[in-house]
C-alpha cells in the first residue's frame, strides 16, 4: 500500500469501526442477510478498494515526475497530503456532535502526547517520504516489485526485535519474493529502465513499513488504543517535521520558481491526492470487515498483479518474459506467506496446547 501500507491505512481501525454493528443491525437485528446481497456487499467494497488504491499511485506518479507537471518537490507533495489528512481528521471530528458522526470523537492537541508519538512519526516520514520517492524514480508498473521487500523485514525484524521465529513453509515464500525483486532489478536494467535511486528508496520504503507496524504497536497505548487520534497526531508531526527538511533540500525555492503555484487545477490534483490518500485507510478498513485480514491480503496481492498490467498497458510498455516472471514470482511469494500465516494463525486458535511462543509466532 504506497501510503497504503503506512499509520494513514490505520483509519481502518478508527471510531468508524462501529459500523459493523449498523451492519448487523441492518440486516435485522442479528439476521445474516442473504447471500446474494452479502456477496454484493463484498464485491462493492473490494471494487472501491481496488479503485482507491490504484487511482492514488497513478494520481501520485503525475503530482511526482510528470513532464507536464514538471515539479520536482516530492517532500512537498507527501507535506501537502499529510496535511490534508491531518485536515481531514479534524474537520470530522468537529462533527462528533451530528448524527452522520456521532462515533467520531473529539480531537485536540495536547503537546505531551505528540511528543510521545514522535518517534513513530519520524518512522512514518520516512515511510511515506521513501513510498514516493520510489515511485518518482521507478515506473508503476515496476513499484510493486520495487517495494515487495517489506514481508521479507517483518520476518527479519520479528526475529531481531522480537525473538520470533519463522516456519519454513513462510521464508520458502520469502525466498521466492526475494527472488522476484532481483529478477526484476535485473530485467529493469536489461531494459535500460533501471534506477538505483529508486531501488534503494524502494528498499528502505519496505523496511520503514515494518518499522512503522512496530512503533504503532508501541505507541497505541499514548493515544488510548485510538488510530483515530494517533492518525491525526501522526499527520501533525509530519506537516511539522518536514518544513525544516523542505527548506535543507531547497524544495520552497522550487515551489517560488514553479510556473503552476497559481494553478486551480494544481491544487486540485493536490487536494484530491490528499482526498485519496486519506480514503485509503477508510476503505481498507471496509474491506478487512466485510472479508478478512486474509482476505484483504489475498486482494491486495491481485490489486497490485492489476496495476501492473493497467500501468503496461497505460505507458504502452513492452516488457520481457522474464520481467513478468518476477512479477510472478513476488506475486506468488507474497500470496503463499499469507496464505501460509492465515493457516498458521487458524492452527494456533484451533490447538489449545500450542507453546505461547509459537502462538505469538503466528501474529507476525
Given at each position: 500500500?504506497?501510503?497504503?501500507?503506512?499509520?494513514r491505512t490505520g483509519i481502518l481501525r478508527m471510531a468508524l469501526g462501529g459500523a459493523a454493528d449498523a451492519a448487523a443491525a441492518e440486516d435485522g437485528g442479528g439476521r445474516r442477510a442473504p447471500f446474494v446481497l452479502r456477496a454484493l456487499r463484498i464485491a462493492l467494497v473490494v471494487g472501491l478498494y481496488w479503485f482507491v488504491s490504484i487511482t492514488m499511485v497513478f494520481l501520485n506518479k503525475y503530482l511526482l515526475d510528470s513532464p507536464s507537471l514538471r515539479l520536482d518537490a516530492p517532500l512537498f507533495v507527501t507535506f501537502f497530503q499529510c496535511a490534508v489528512t491531518a485536515a481531514l481528521c479534524f474537520g470530522l471530528s468537529l462533527g462528533?456532535?451530528?448524527g452522520p458522526c456521532a462515533a467520531l470523537p473529539a480531537l485536540r492537541l495536547d503537546p505531551k502526547v505528540s511528543r510521545s508519538v514522535l518517534p513513530l512519526s519520524v518512522v512514518f516520514i520516512g515511510m511515506v517520504t521513501s513510498n514516493n520517492l520510489c515511485l518518482k524514480h521507478v515506473g508503476v508498473a515496476f513499484y510493486n516489485v520495487g517495494r515487495s521487500l517489506t514481508t521479507v523485514f517483518n520476518v527479519l525484524l520479528s526475529y531481531l526485535l522480537l525473538k520470533q521465529t519463522t516456519s519454513l513453509y513462510a521464508l520458502l515464500a520469502c525466498g521466492s519474493i526475494i527472488g522476484g525483486f532481483w529478477l526484476g532489478v535485473d530485467q529493469e536494467g536489461?531494459?535500460?529502465?533501471?534506477s538505483w535511486t529508486g531501488i534503494i528508496f524502494g528498499i528502505l520504503a519496505s523496511l520503514c513499513v515494518s518499522l512503522n507496524a512496530i512503533y504503532t504497536k508501541k505507541v497505541l497505548p499514548v493515544v488510548d488504543g485510538s488510530i483515530w487520534h494517533l492518525t491525526f497526531y501522526n499527520n501533525m508531526n509530519a506537516c511539522v517535521l518536514f518544513l525544516p527538511l523542505m527548506m535543507i533540500t531547497g524544495e520552497f525555492h522550487t515551489l517560488y520558481h514553479f510556473d503552476k503555484l497559481g494553478s486551480p487545477s494544481f491544487w486540485g490534483m493536490m487536494t484530491l491526492g490528499g482526498v485519496f490518500g486519506f480514503a485509503i485507510g477508510y476503505v481498507t478498513g471496509l474491506q478487512i470487515k466485510f472479508t478478512s485480514p486474509l482476505t484483504h491480503n489475498v486482494s491486495g496481492t491481485a490489486k497490485a498483479c492489476a496495476?501492473?498490467?493497467?500501468?503496461?498497458?497505460?505507458?504502452?510498455?513492452?516488457?520481457?518474459?522474464l520481467w513478468w516472471t518476477s512479477n510472478l514470482m513476488v506475486l506468488g511469494g507474497s500470496f503463499a506467506y499469507t496464505w501460509v500465516k492465515g493457516l498458521e494463525m487458524r492452527k494456533a486458535q484451533e490447538d489449545p496446547n500450542l507453546k505461547s511462543s509459537e502462538k505469538n509466532e503466528t501474529g507476525v
Open positions: 500500500m504506497s501510503r497504503s501500507q503506512l499509520t462528533a456532535a451530528c536489461a531494459e535500460g529502465t533501471l496495476q501492473t498490467v493497467l500501468a503496461v498497458v497505460y505507458f504502452e510498455e513492452t516488457k520481457s518474459l
